[in-house]
């Protein structure tokens, strides 16, 4: 993951194949949350051809891990499928 970019719209693609549902929120920002893992992202509202920015994708990842939606190797590879446009869901049994 380091030194590589994907724009909001692919980070917001990720968040869904972790899981991550959008939920109701201030205009000004965009909640994610992932009931299962009783986990949250929070992304502002900006343009989603925007870069997103590093500490977002940092505290993505590490929140990911923490809360075991996926290990690190699991993330490379969705992080790597997204930024190449590629999907592929989890099955984690949701």
């Not at 590589?4 to 929120?25: C, D």
């Not at 992202?41 to 590093?54: D, G, K, M």
Request: glycine share 6%.
């Amino acid at each position: 993951m380091d030194n590589e970019q994907i724009t909001y719209a692919q980070l917001e693609r990720l968040l869904k194949e972790l899981g991550y549902r959008r939920v109701p929120s201030s205009p000004d920002m965009r909640v994610f949350a992932n009931t299962k893992y009783d986990a949250v992202s929070i992304l502002p509202c900006v343009n989603q051809a925007e870069w997103a920015r590093p500490h977002h994708l940092i505290t993505l990842r590490k929140v990911a891990v923490a809360k075991g939606i996926v290990d690190d190797i699991a993330f490379e590879k969705m992080f790597g499928d997204v930024r190449q446009g590629i999907t592929e869901s989890l099955d984690k049994g949701s």
